[in-house]
Each structure stands twice: as structure tokens, then as C-alpha cells.
T-cell receptor, first 116, second 112 residues
Framework: NAGVMQNPRHLVRRRGQEARLRCSPV?????VYWYRQLPEEGLKFMVY????????ESGMPKERFSAEFPKEGPSILRIQQVVRGDSAAYFC??????????????FGQGTRLTVV | QKEVEQDPGPLSVPEGAIVSLNCTYS??????FMWYRQYSRKGPELLMY????GNKEDGRFTAQVDKSSKYISLFIRDSQPSDSATYLC????????????FGAGTRLFVKA
């Protein structure tokens, strides 16, 4: 978990509001991954980004969800018009390279989103 | 059918017991296999990873992969109360990126 910073740790939103989740990767890591964890379920892949590029967003819902990883600053996962079903823990992970046995990702502590 | 099946438990054992955690999978393309430990309200931390069939040992932990049966295991020897956590198996195909598929996790309680 060293170095991946997510904020806020807890976020409460009313239905219809927007949620913005931030992830600062380990210094020097240019690959970021977002996962969602529903209660009593494993992590589900959402999106994989490199600096300024979305590489794989096959796990991202088609509507209301978007992600970016700008040249400067943290990666942002944005959820528009939140609904109760969006309540979950959202984890970010980062790695220095995209694959390989010795470059597994480090996870952050997560942002717990509650939609009321 | 889920790509990765893992019994959610909970599994409760006395301190010092040998713990066996297991996952089965359906996608024969999976080549990298990992075990993560997740404490309550924390992020997952990587315990072990392997890409070949057979055993890999690291201290009190042994990871076992049987690709012919599509079955992986994690053994914990001399379990401690500090091992109480949720253990997630994970796996992926050997391609660029980290589209890792996770099991649902097994909750383990080690009683002092």
C-alpha cells in the first residue's frame, strides 16, 4: 500500500449529486487502475489508465462514470448523478509498468462512497 | 458461472492451526495467480504471486497452483490472530495491463 493516496476516504452524496474520487499514484508510477468493491464481493476491474490515456475501460459502466489521468495531478474517477447502487468502496492501484510478474500493483486505502 | 469461485466463509480456526484457502477458475487462459490480504476497511496487499503450476513458499505462506484442475490454494502455517483478514485470490491473462479478476474473498478468523 506504500504511496498510493486516495481521497477522500469517505464520501457521502445524495442521489443525483456528483462524486469525484482522487488517486495519487506512487511517485514515478504512470499506470493507474480503478476497482470497485461491493459489500461481500471481490474487487471488480473498472478502468486502466496511463498518463493522459484510457487504455482499457471495459469494466466501466457506459453511463455516468468517467475517469481521467492528466499529465499533471491525480487520477480522477467521476460519477455523475449518483444512485444508491453506486455505494461501494472504490480502490485505486498503480504500477511502474503495465505487466509482468515483478510489477504487481500497489493499492490505496480506498474511498468509501455512500449514496443516501 | 463466475470466472473465479471462492468460498466466502467465514472460516474460524484456533491459533496455531494450518489454514487452507482455495479458489477455482474457469478461464484456462489465466497465467498469473495472486493472493491478496485485506484487513477491514483497508486496501488489499499482495501476499504472493506465481505463474506456474506447483508450490511457492514464503515464510508461513505456501501458494499452490494446479492448472490442470484450474485450482489454486493458499496455506497458512502456525496461524496467528494477526492473520485474521479477508483473503482474495486473483488471476489474470498474461497481457499488458492489469485487468485482474478477483475472487469474492474468504473471511478468516484466527482465535487466540
Amino acid at each position: 500500500n506504500a504511496g498510493v493516496m486516495q481521497n477522500p476516504r469517505h464520501l457521502v452524496r445524495r442521489r443525483g449529486q456528483e462524486a469525484r474520487l482522487r488517486c495519487s499514484p506512487v511517485k514515478g508510477h504512470s499506470h493507474v487502475y480503478w476497482y470497485r468493491q461491493l459489500p461481500e464481493e471481490g474487487l471488480k476491474f473498472m478502468v486502466y489508465l496511463q498518463k493522459e490515456n484510457i487504455i482499457d475501460e471495459s469494466g466501466m459502466p457506459k453511463e455516468r462514470f468517467s475517469a481521467e489521468f492528466p499529465k499533471e495531478g491525480p487520477s480522477i474517477l467521476r460519477i455523475q448523478q449518483v444512485v444508491r447502487g453506486d455505494s461501494a468502496a472504490y480502490f485505486c492501484a498503480s504500477s511502474p509498468t503495465p505487466g509482468g510478474l515483478n510489477t504487481e500493483a500497489f493499492f490505496g486505502q480506498g474511498t468509501r462512497l455512500t449514496v443516501v | 458461472q463466475k470466472e473465479v469461485e471462492q468460498d466466502p466463509g467465514p472460516l474460524s480456526v484456533p491459533e496455531g492451526a494450518i489454514v487452507s484457502l482455495n479458489c477455482t477458475y474457469s478461464n484456462s487462459a489465466f497465467q498469473y495467480f495472486m493472493w491478496y490480504r485485506q484487513y477491514s476497511r483497508k486496501g488489499p496487499e499482495l501476499l504472493m504471486y506465481t505463474y506456474s503450476s506447483g508450490n511457492k513458499e514464503d515464510g508461513r505462506f505456501t501458494a499452490q497452483v494446479d492448472k490442470s484442475s484450474k485450482y489454486i490454494s493458499l496455506f497458512i502455517r502456525d496461524s496467528q490472530p494477526s492473520d485474521s483478514a479477508t483473503y482474495l485470490c486473483a488471476m489474470r491473462v498474461n497481457t499488458g495491463g492489469f485487468k485482474t479478476i478477483f475472487g469474492a474473498g474468504t473471511r478468516l478468523f484466527v482465535k487466540a
